[in-house]
Each structure stands twice: as C-alpha cells, then as structure tokens.
C-alpha cells in the first residue's frame, strides 16, 4: 500500500496556472507496478477525474480539461506532479492525487488525503 | 463524456441490503468490465471498494458485491451497518481511453 501527499498553494489567481505535487511512499516513481491519477471535487458536488500518468509511457486525460493539463514526473523526489492552466472559479476543488495497480487498470486503490484549491482574487 | 447516472440517495436500515445503480451507455459501462465503485465519509478521500465490476480490494467487507447487466452497473451492500453511511461512487474506463465517474449517492442507515 502506498502514501500519497499532495502539496502546493490553497489559492491561485484567476488566469493564473494552478501547481500541485503528489509526493509518493513506499515505492518508487517509476515502478513498473503503478500509474498515477489525479481527481477533482468540487466542494459539495462529485468526483471529476482529471488524467492518469504511466511513467515511461502514455498519458490520459479528461477531455475537457486535456489543453489545459500538464503531467510530469521528479524521480529525484519521488513526486509526480499537475499544472492546470487559465484557471477560473469553477476549478476551485478539493484535488486528489491517487495510485493504481497497472495489472488493475483504470481503478484507484491508494488516494492522497487532498487539497483544497480556491481560485479567487 | 457525460457523468454516469446514479440515484442521488439511498436509505436503509441496519441489518438489509441496499443496492445502488450506475447507468452508463455501451461506450463506458456497457462496454467493458472496467466498472469501479468508491465509498467517500465526509471530510475524506474515497476508498476503492469494488474493482472490473465484482472484484472487492483486500480488506474490504465481503458485505460490499459488485456486479453488471448491460449498461448498468450495481453495488449491494448486505447486513448494513452504521459504518456504512457515506456517499459512493462509480467510475468507468470509456472508450475514449478515459474515465468518467457517476454523479454518486448518499447512503443513509436509519
């Protein structure tokens, strides 16, 4: 079972890019077992899945929000990481960085406890 | 993609079972056995519960089963207990090579 932590600021500007890390314990990065996801929710509403990430291979995003999106990973600090770009108010949410079996694909077994992203003036 | 389709609330009481809905289409539910299902307490980060549409993660109750029929997915829960008061949601792998997740439903145990 792994930890996740996700990490960055609670409160962005509108127009501005969005940056958040997903710290990652009890294996590596780039073990060949997992991908890694990132969720939203908006306060009070549903879950809205953001991407996933294989290291070393493809990435996966929502539509709605793929030109907007930037995954990346720091083998050095065990962390992947999301940019969201042009912000607005309906991207304020709790966002979630979560873990998954590659032999189990497309479910989430490990989540980060979240942070809450407010996107205001 | 459009949200799968869920009962916004669902009761019951201790001891029976519930059953929750998860209607999709033949591009996501229909389609494949990639069907999901997470339970979420307030203030918390959702837990799997039910993975490719009947399989349950190590640790989870055997009181949570999974199952399909055509474009929707189900999840029972039997012998409810307090515990089990929480929002869930479903999740499934499209054909678009994404996810998308159910607008979810609040159990509540009388």
């Known amino acids: 079972q792994l930890q996740l932590q996700e990490s960055g600021p609670g409160l962005v500007k509108p127009s501005e890019t969005l940056s958040l890390a997903c710290s990652v314990s009890?294996?590596?990065?780039?073990?060949?077992?997992?991908?890694w996801g990132w969720i939203r929710q908006p306060p009070g509403r549903g879950l809205e899945w953001i991407a996933n990430?294989?290291?070393?291979?493809?990435?996966y995003y929502n539509p709605s929000l793929k030109s907007r999106v930037t995954l990346s990973v720091n083998t050095s600090k065990n962390q992947f990481s999301l940019k969201l770009s042009s912000v607005t108010a309906a991207d304020t949410a709790v966002y979630y960085c979560?873990?998954?079996?590659?032999?189990?694909?497309?479910?989430?077994?490990?989540w980060g406890q979240g942070t809450l992203v407010t996107v205001s003036s | 993609q459009s949200a799968l389709t869920q009962p916004a609330s669902v009761s019951g009481s201790p001891g029976q079972s519930i059953t929750i809905s998860c209607t999709g289409t033949?591009?996501?539910?229909?389609?494949?056995?990639?069907v999901s299902w997470y339970q979420q307490h307030p203030g918390k980060a959702p837990k799997l519960m039910i993975y490719?549409?009947?399989h349950r993660p190590s640790g989870v109750s055997n009181r949570f089963s999974g199952s399909k029929s055509g474009k929707t997915a189900s999840l029972t829960i039997s012998g409810l207990q307090a515990e089990d008061e929480a929002d869930y949601f479903c999740?499934?792998?499209?054909?678009?090579?994404?996810?998308?997740f159910g607008g979810g439903t609040r159990l509540t145990v009388l």
């Open positions: 979560a873990s998954g079996l590659r032999i189990t694909p497309w479910a989430l077994g490990d």
């Open positions: 990430l294989y290291y070393g291979g493809t990435s």
């Open positions: 033949s591009s996501d539910v229909g389609g494949y056995d990639y």
């Open positions: 009890g294996d590596s990065i780039s073990s060949s077992s997992y991908y």
């Open positions: 999740s499934s792998y499209t054909s678009s090579a994404t996810v998308v």
């Open positions: 490719e549409v009947a």
